[in-house]
């Protein structure tokens, strides 16, 4: 069965279609600056790369050009072959706790729940709505970001505000990234061939997150109830006294507008930097001896580890640890600077396996005699989201 997986952004709509349930790929690619000048594509084919320019002044557009390439290319010879198309959609609210086949219901539910995601939902809807013309014939699945953390207990989601904040407006920590921390949990849990065990996955990209996941489900998780809480991020500030918005509004005369872009555009590691979001950057600084880079690491790893332990104590001990995504995935230096923190709890690490282990390559990072192994993960959010959708079609 061909199954598409798809991530549809404001400007871009990234794809991968697999054979299921082989789990293989068959063709992936990212369409990019779409309803803006100069939009192009690329797709990753048989270990190709091509890069096309287009005219994209919609998703339609893109969705089109994708559905003539799946056939000039070969990968389907009728569009009714693709059964299945998984949409990852950033927020679900309470109400997901679970991928589910869209219908009218769901797209309005996704719709009410753009309040709580102004810059992600409708631009996931956008995408939806473009597959639901372009492959009429196929199942749409939606695949929620917030749905893995859906089985958080009420003393872990709630914030200590008036109870109305919740029950009227919805105030309560969600969680991101969620397809991401279920493939990495699954895949720990295969690796120690273990149902039954407390892993921490740490997230670490441009947006970052860690969750405490038992048996398999999400116990914690350091995103709220927006995705600029927890770790310190790219350029996202993480955790602050709430206090300092007011304050700020105050001097500088900024509305709470500016302010929030502020929080989630100029903070984390570019705010304390001030060299840039993007980690290897400021790691070339490190290496120059730059006294903001050096500190804004710091910053970083100290969030990260802060919240490491928490979780360690929070699930009474682990298993596993594991790192994934861009900065998890790649920096050795961001590891080693981590679980050199995490000495007093017996996690040693190896120092050439931590080397060794980046540019997608999976496996441990920690020595035999290490109390918790640590694992780099690469994620594939893509996979999980194919998984679902063949899942639910097949139910
Ligand atoms: P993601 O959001 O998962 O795509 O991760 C993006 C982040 O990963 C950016 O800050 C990148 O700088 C960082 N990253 C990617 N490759 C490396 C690398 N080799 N070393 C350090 N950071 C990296």
């Known amino acids: 069965m061909k199954i598409l997986s798809v991530n549809a952004g404001s400007s871009s709509l990234k794809f991968q279609a697999y054979e299921m349930p082989e789990e293989k790929v068959l063709i992936s690619g990212v369409f990019e600056r779409i309803g803006i000048d100069n939009s192009f594509y690329t797709i990753k084919i048989n270990g190709e790369k091509i890069k096309k320019e287009a005219i994209l002044k919609n998703h339609e557009d893109a969705v089109k050009i994708l559905t003539e390439e799946l056939i000039n290319y070969k990968v389907v010879n009728d569009l009714k072959e693709i059964e299945g198309v998984g949409h990852r959609v950033v927020h679900g609210g309470d109400k997901y706790k679970d991928s589910v086949i869209i219908d009218e219901e769901v797209l309005k539910t996704v719709e009410e729940l753009s309040d709580l995601a102004p810059l992600h939902n409708p631009a996931n809807l956008i995408g939806i709505r473009a597959f639901m013309k372009e492959i009429p014939e196929a199942k749409q699945i939606g695949c929620f970001d917030t749905a893995f953390h859906q089985t958080m207990d009420e003393e872990r989601f709630l914030y200590a505000v008036p109870n109305e904040w919740y029950t009227k407006y919805g105030v309560r920590k969600y969680g991101f990234h969620g397809m991401s921390h279920k493939y990495v949990s699954n895949r720990v849990m ?72 502020i929080l989630n555009k100029q903070s984390g590691m570019l705010g304390i930097s001030e060299i840039s979001s993007d980690f290897r950057d400021i790691e070339a600084k490190i290496s120059e001896k730059d006294k903001k880079a050096i500190m804004a690491h710091y910053l970083f790893v100290n969030s990260v580890v802060s919240y490491i332990a928490k979780y360690y104590v929070e699930l009474g001990g682990v298993d596993a640890i594991a790192f994934t995504a861009g900065v998890g995935e790649n920096s050795p230096h961001v590891r080693n600077m981590v679980i050199k923190r995490l000495a007093c709890l017996g996690i040693k690490l190896d120092k050439e396996k931590n080397e060794e282990m980046r540019f997608g390559k999976e496996g441990v990072i920690t020595k035999d005699v290490s109390s918790v192994p640590c694992y780099v993960i690469p994620t594939n959010e893509e996979l999980m989201i194919a998984e679902d959708t063949y899942r639910l079609i097949t139910k």
Do not use: Q, W
């Open 190 to 261: 295969e690796i120690l061939d273990e149902k039954f065990c407390n892993i921490i996955v740490c997230h670490l990209g441009n947006g970052g997150s860690i969750s405490a996941v038992r048996d398999g489900k999400c116990v914690d998780t350091t995103m709220g109830f927006t995705p600029n809480a927890g770790i310190v991020m790219g350029s996202r500030s993480g955790d602050i006294d709430y206090s300092i918005i007011p304050y700020i509004m105050k001097k500088t005369g900024k509305t709470i507008e500016e302010i929030d872009s």
